[in-house]
């Protein structure tokens, strides 16, 4: 977005006062529009039922913290990665693993698997996003293959391929988002705005359009343009690092997880939140939300150990799962809705059902 | 000097909130009532809310003769 010139009359203080002025007018246009809670329009919708969700496998063999994950396209697969530098590939049926690479850093802190399921991008303190095309050899090495795609100048927070394996989105440290061509390693588009680093981002269901949101150190949440690298809407509700977000199934509403111990929703249309997801007895922060293949659950990993799981219509907890040892760091649910598979400090991935 | 990019900070912040300012937003009760018809016509296809015995993470569920 290129600055014009300024005019004659404008000075610091007069754009101040514009500033305020439109802020002040932008909280008014929200309000104005705030005629009713969504738990209160879904006082009439049938309660659920008891949820009965078990960990039905555990995925060993990370030497450190896992720190993201996520599924393939297939159903089954799932990649994760680790503090220790570890990229594992998964078969979640059978807890085999297929692949494995070793980072040349530690704190791989963001990992995704392509839509055709034939490469992985991983990245973390290297302050790059790798891509790793994985062979049918299991013998091959992986690294030896590997594309350097993305560069930051701080580390890599998350990346996403876009709808095919041509393209990757990345968040950073260095309070930018990317979009970055994989062959050629170009820089398409950036996405400047967040005050401090950006911790996540999720691209919006390809229905939808080409928008993506995400989330950073600076309780904001945006709403960026992918092909003008605009952003057109910002959510400042939380009181603390917005950790993760997750697009509504529908495109039009958007999930996020905080340090300040809540997870809230914010509808895109209604320019605003219309639900947080908070009780007394959580005080720690959620690391990793995502929703159930219909919306109505949300599921939230937390840093006490636990998963929450919301009545996203409600506003109520529905049920709490224990098993892990430690911090719940990633969380995700699989393609087909059938399961979530979670990650954690305690070196191991759960899969629920 | 450092006034100028001063200036020049305001004025894209000014320039981002006009921008937001502008967009056409639907009261929270359509926005709602949409997102609540969206889970429920979905619900049945949701295997997580049904709780489905057919899922291929859970065991299958195997008859004996007593």
Same mark, same amino acid.
């Given at each position: 977005?290129?600055?014009?010139?300024?005019?004659?009359?404008?000075?610091?203080?007069?754009?101040?006062?514009?500033?305020?002025?439109?802020?002040?007018?932008?909280?008014?246009?929200?309000?104005?529009?705030?005629?009713?809670?969504?738990?209160?329009?879904?006082?009439?919708?049938?309660?659920?039922?008891?949820?009965?969700?078990?960990?039905?496998?555990?995925?060993?063999?990370?030497?450190?913290?896992?720190?993201?994950?996520?599924?393939?396209?297939?159903?089954?697969?799932?990649?994760?990665?680790?503090?220790?530098?570890?990229?594992?590939?998964?078969?979640?049926?059978?807890?085999?693993?297929?692949?494995?690479?070793?980072?040349?850093?530690?704190?791989?802190?963001?990992?995704?698997?392509?839509?055709?399921?034939?490469?992985?991008?991983?990245?973390?303190?290297?302050?790059?996003?790798?891509?790793?095309?994985?062979?049918?050899?299991?013998?091959?090495?992986?690294?030896?293959?590997?594309?350097?795609?993305?560069?930051?100048?701080?580390?890599?927070?998350?990346?996403?391929?876009?709808?095919?394996?041509?393209?990757?989105?990345?968040?950073?440290?260095?309070?930018?988002?990317?979009?970055?061509?994989?062959?050629?390693?170009?820089?398409?588009?950036?996405?400047?705005?967040?005050?401090?680093?950006?911790?996540?981002?999720?691209?919006?269901?390809?229905?939808?359009?080409?928008?993506?949101?995400?989330?950073?150190?600076?309780?904001?949440?945006?709403?960026?343009?992918?092909?003008?690298?605009?952003?057109?809407?910002?959510?400042?509700?939380?009181?603390?690092?917005?950790?993760?977000?997750?697009?509504?199934?529908?495109?039009?509403?958007?999930?996020?997880?905080?340090?300040?111990?809540?997870?809230?929703?914010?509808?895109?249309?209604?320019?605003?939140?219309?639900?947080?997801?908070?009780?007394?007895?959580?005080?720690?922060?959620?690391?990793?939300?995502?929703?159930?293949?219909?919306?109505?659950?949300?599921?939230?990993?937390?840093?006490?150990?636990?998963?929450?799981?919301?009545?996203?219509?409600?506003?109520?907890?529905?049920?709490?799962?224990?098993?892990?040892?430690?911090?719940?760091?990633?969380?995700?649910?699989?393609?087909?809705?059938?399961?979530?598979?979670?990650?954690?400090?305690?070196?191991?991935?759960?899969?629920?059902? | 000097?450092?006034?100028?990019?001063?200036?020049?900070?305001?004025?894209?912040?000014?320039?981002? !909130?006009?921008?937001?300012?502008?967009? %056409?937003?639907? =009261?929270?009760?359509?926005?709602?009532?949409? *997102?609540?018809?969206?889970?429920?016509?979905?619900?049945?296809?949701?295997? !997580?809310?049904?709780?489905?015995?057919? %899922?291929?993470? =859970?065991?299958?569920?195997?008859?004996?003769? *007593?």
């Amino acid at each position: 977005m290129a600055c014009q010139g300024l005019q004659p009359n404008e000075t610091l203080a007069t754009l101040k006062m514009e500033s305020e002025t439109l802020k002040t007018k932008l909280e008014e246009e929200r309000a104005k529009l705030h005629d009713v809670e969504l738990h209160q329009v879904a006082e009439r919708v049938e309660a659920l039922g008891q949820f009965v969700m078990k960990t039905r496998r555990t995925l060993k063999g990370h030497g450190n913290k896992v720190l993201c994950m996520d599924w393939c396209k297939d159903k089954r697969r799932i990649v994760s990665s680790s503090q220790d530098g570890k990229v594992i590939v998964w078969d979640a049926f059978t807890t085999n693993k297929e692949h494995a690479v070793t980072m040349p850093c530690t704190w791989v802190m963001a990992c995704a698997y392509a839509p055709s399921g034939c490469a992985v991008a991983c990245g973390g303190l290297d302050n790059k996003c790798s891509v790793y095309p994985l062979s049918l050899d299991k013998n091959e090495n992986l690294a030896a293959k590997k594309k350097s795609v993305a560069m930051h100048t701080n580390y890599l927070s998350a990346c996403s391929f876009t709808n095919s394996d041509m393209q990757i989105l990345t968040s950073s440290g260095d309070g930018t988002c990317a979009l970055w061509d994989v062959e050629s390693g170009q820089l398409l588009q950036s996405f400047h705005g967040h005050s401090a680093d950006v911790l996540c981002l999720d691209l919006a269901p390809s229905e939808t359009g080409n928008t993506f949101v995400s989330g950073g150190c600076d309780k904001k949440a945006n709403v960026w343009d992918m092909r003008s690298g605009q952003c057109i809407q910002s959510f400042e509700t939380h009181e603390s690092d917005i950790n993760s977000v997750r697009y509504y199934p529908s495109g039009d509403a958007f999930a996020s997880g905080s340090d300040d111990a809540t997870c809230r929703l914010y509808d895109l249309r209604a320019d605003r939140e219309v639900a947080i997801y908070s009780k007394e007895s959580i005080i720690f922060g959620a690391s990793s939300v995502d929703f159930s293949l219909s919306g109505r659950l949300l599921f939230g990993g937390y840093n006490d150990y636990t998963i929450n799981v919301w009545d996203v219509l409600k506003g109520t907890r529905v049920s709490i799962l224990f098993g892990h040892e430690n911090r719940v760091s990633t969380l995700r649910v699989s393609p087909d809705g059938t399961a979530f598979c979670s990650g954690s400090w305690d070196h191991t991935l759960r899969i629920w059902a | 000097m450092s006034s100028s990019s001063n200036l020049i900070t305001m004025r894209k912040i000014v320039q981002q !909130l006009r921008f937001e300012a502008k967009i %056409n937003r639907v =009261k929270v009760s359509q926005a709602a009532a949409d *997102l609540q018809q969206f889970c429920l016509e979905n619900a049945q296809q949701d295997p !997580l809310v049904t709780g489905m015995s057919s %899922n291929p993470f =859970k065991p299958p569920r195997v008859c004996s003769f *007593l």
